[in-house]
């Protein structure tokens, strides 16, 4: 896998007073630069260990420094020239880490920057480096965002290595790989891809491969930036890539021959390819009974009607389409609205973009008073408003429940798009009725029909119609049911539960 573009320039100089100014020069001598010097009893030559503080665990670096000088303790491996001496710290010294033998600055910078210690030695034109990378990381915590109530309680931190591991102690096989690769030029943000090999479908794999390695950019700051620079239809509002910051669902996924894209520096963890239906589906979905988790799958999936539908019938209803209100109700509707001054449209607007600017204030808002907020926000502005005669108490409870229903989608990304969605089909409502709505709900079908994730159908198995993978989508039979892994995804080892009729060939 390639790493960032960086220009070539060789470390020539054998003055370890040049070499250390010019190092300190390129990094702005920053205060968070450590240099320790030293010189070894046998030969006379200074030696500079070079480290960022913050980036490194202590005690990993004084190891290492410790293992670079263990010829000094033995009298019979006495080198007799520097350049012996570093030949001896390069090839029989121990070293904490992985030894890596540096002759270009970029390399040399790129490993300091990493949180590796860098040795340089005067009269040597080579410098070597170990991995000694460490510092505050924060600890594993419950998921904050995809709240479980049954599973485990950890999530993803920062840390590339610490999400690689969670994941490795829930599968422990040797055909869970990992390639690893350098995106972005200023950053140097490596990013992992982790597949379950002869499981993944080789054509996505190196769809994704090829994706990667086109991208040019000058930082990766988290995994957003991936799923933007890599999805095929930019301008789509429905999102193509499916990201989560839970182990179990990453490995779970990684088990039906998707591919994980993890990033340092960020929790969430892309997965792809990625289907509209994954965006609907909780990890606990399959921790509990199959009725349990198919009934509340229809009830999200009827929650995502009302929060993308809801206001929009509610207005076309009562401004084009009186007759299909039952008489009683159509009169107490009217009476409630005799004093308001807007027409149906206006008053959903105002009730929705006041909704979105109190949910937008307690997200922002600190932790122990941003819910507060919102549930008084809430309560407070819609009695006003009705009291006012800004607004009548339906559509009140309209957009309410439409704003209730709304949390009910596991996948926060989906949410959004479901958000955006709606203030467009009340548009299409005002001025078109059901009619519009109608036409829209077939655009906005035909438009996820031609989705492609990773060039993988975004709509599949409904889109192309795949009869055997119809198990675990709107519904979700037993898991004794659910012999093989999604058609399209797997072409391998296709039986994650054998039984006495299955063929050895399925299980390759």
């Given at each position: ?17 040049d ?19 030293f ?45 012996a ?27 300091l ?24 990381v ?11 109530i049954?599973?485990p ?209 307690g997200?922002r ?60 089909i ?43 993978n ?39």
């Amino acid at each position: 896998m390639p790493t960032a573009r960086t220009e070539s320039d060789p470390l020539k100089s054998k003055n370890l007073a040049d070499n250390l100014a010019k190092l300190t020069d390129s990094l702005g001598h920053s205060p968070d630069i450590i240099v320790r010097k030293f010189t070894p009893l046998s030969i006379q030559a200074e030696i500079a260990a070079v480290f960022m503080e913050g980036l490194v665990e202590q005690e990993l670096v004084e190891d290492f420094l410790k293992d670079m000088m263990v010829f000094e303790r033995f009298p019979d491996t006495q080198p007799s020239s520097v350049e012996a001496m570093f030949d001896l710290m390069k090839h029989k010294t121990r070293g904490v880490g992985e030894k890596n033998c540096l002759k270009e600055w970029n390399h040399l910078f790129e490993a300091l920057l990493s949180g590796s210690t860098v040795i340089l030695v005067d009269g040597i034109s080579e410098a070597l480096s170990s991995n000694t990378s460490g510092g505050e990381v924060r600890t594993v915590t419950e998921a904050t965002t995809q709240v479980s109530i049954r599973g485990p309680k950890e999530s993803f931190t920062e840390s590339l290595g610490t999400n690689l591991s969670l994941v490795r102690r829930k599968i422990k096989s040797p055909n869970l790989w990992v390639e690893s690769m350098k995106i972005g030029d200023v950053t140097q943000t490596e990013v992992s891809i982790m597949y379950m090999h002869g499981i993944v479908n080789e054509d996505i794999l190196a769809e994704l491969r090829k994706k990667l390695q086109a991208i040019h950019v000058d930082a990766i700051l988290e995994s957003g930036y991936i799923e933007q620079l890599i999805e095929e239809n930019v301008y789509s509002p429905l999102p193509t890539l499916f990201n989560t910051e839970r182990p179990d669902s990453v490995a779970g996924n990684l088990l039906e021959g998707r591919i994980a894209i993890f990033v340092d520096g960020t929790p969430f963890v892309l997965i792809a390819p990625t289907t509209f239906f994954m965006f609907f589906h909780a990890v606990e979905d399959y921790y509990q009974r199959f009725d349990i988790s198919t009934l509340i799958r229809i009830l999200r999936l009827i929650c995502l009607m009302i929060s993308l539908f809801g206001p929009a019938v509610f207005v076309a209803t009562l401004t084009f389409h009186q007759e299909m209100i039952p008489t009683s109700l159509l009169i107490n509707l009217a009476s409630q609205r005799e004093g308001v001054p807007f027409p149906t449209f206006i008053e959903a607007v105002i009730m929705e973009l006041t909704f979105e600017i109190i949910r937008e204030a307690g997200i922002r808002m600190p932790s122990p008073i941003g819910q507060t907020v919102s549930i008084i926000g809430g309560l407070v502005l819609g009695q006003a408003a009705v009291q006012a005669g800004i607004v009548s108490p339906a559509m009140v409870i309209v957009v309410s429940l439409t704003g209730i229903s709304s949390f009910t989608t596991p996948a926060f990304n989906m949410a959004l798009s479901v958000r955006v969605l709606r203030f467009i089909i009340m548009f299409i409502a005002a001025f078109m009725g059901l009619y519009g709505i109608t036409i829209f709900m077939f655009i906005l079908i035909a438009h996820m029909c031609s989705l492609r994730s990773l060039g993988f159908p975004f709509m599949s198995p409904f889109g192309p119609f795949i009869a055997e993978n119809q198990k675990d989508t709107l519904l979700r039979v037993p898991l004794n049911r659910m012999r093989k892994r999604p058609r399209l995804v797997s072409q391998k080892n296709k039986i994650r539960l054998e039984t006495e009729g299955d063929s050895r060939g399925d299980r390759q």
